[in-house]
């Protein structure tokens, strides 16, 4: 797969450490980021803010999200209860020179208003899917489910970043079923900090080795 101007990270369910892991690929590959729909702002900053604190990114490589609601919901969801509607039309990849590194809300199906899914914005940018995943019992069967997903409409995957404790088991069942790499596995650090960050970041593989 040669390099593409980006990747968008994706997961198998929500809080399995896609922000994480976005601050990890920001972090090592010196990337721009953008989460392009966040939702539950009532009760968090945002992922936003949360990336641009862990990877210690500068203001011109950060990105304000095309929608930001309130109540901590799956996206359409979230959007209604605000009374607006999410309209892929106004998903555009900002203009960046630099790698940028999209994150996303949710699992892949997660509908975004009525008739369109996470997974048709993905679609619409054009580029590969890293997939975030638990590394604990269960993960096979979401993350192949996940990976089908992806495949049924044509998005590039570029691999799996697994979360939580190293399962040599369960990383072959998903590079051998999944016909998918698992680009790293990362351990949970606490206290999640910039320095945890760098830590973490330094399992990822250089750019050139995902993208050769």
């Not at 862990?54 to 309130?70: D, I, K, N, T, W």
């Not at 509908?111 to 899917?129: E, T």
């Not at 590039?156 to 069942?173: K, Q, T």
Request: one cysteine or more.
């Amino acid at each position: 797969m040669a390099e593409p101007r980006g990747v968008f990270v994706t997961g198998t369910d929500t809080d399995v450490g896609k922000t994480v892991v976005a601050a990890c690929l920001a972090a090592a590959w010196n990337a721009g980021y953008w989460k392009p729909i966040q939702t539950g702002l009532a009760a968090d900053p945002g992922d936003t803010a949360t990336v641009t604190a862990l990877a210690g990114l500068s203001p011109e490589r950060v990105f304000a999200p095309a929608y930001a609601f309130q109540a901590p919901l799956s996206p359409h969801a979230a959007a209604a209860a605000e009374r607006a509607t999410i309209e892929l039309e106004a998903l555009a990849r900002p203009a960046i020179r630099q790698f940028l590194v999209i994150e996303g809300a949710g699992g892949i199906l997660v509908p975004l208003n009525r008739s369109v899914l996470m997974v048709d914005l993905i679609h619409r940018l054009g580029l590969p899917a890293i997939l975030v995943a638990r590394s604990t019992l269960g993960t096979i069967n979401h993350t192949l489910l996940s990976l089908g997903a992806l495949r049924a409409r044509q998005v590039p995957i570029a691999g799996v970043v697994m979360n939580g404790p190293p399962d040599a088991g369960n990383r072959r069942a998903i590079e051998q079923f999944g016909r998918a790499r698992v680009l790293a596995e990362l351990p949970r650090i606490e206290p999640l900090d910039a320095a945890a960050i760098r830590t973490l970041a330094a399992l990822i593989p250089p750019l050139g080795s995902v993208f050769p």
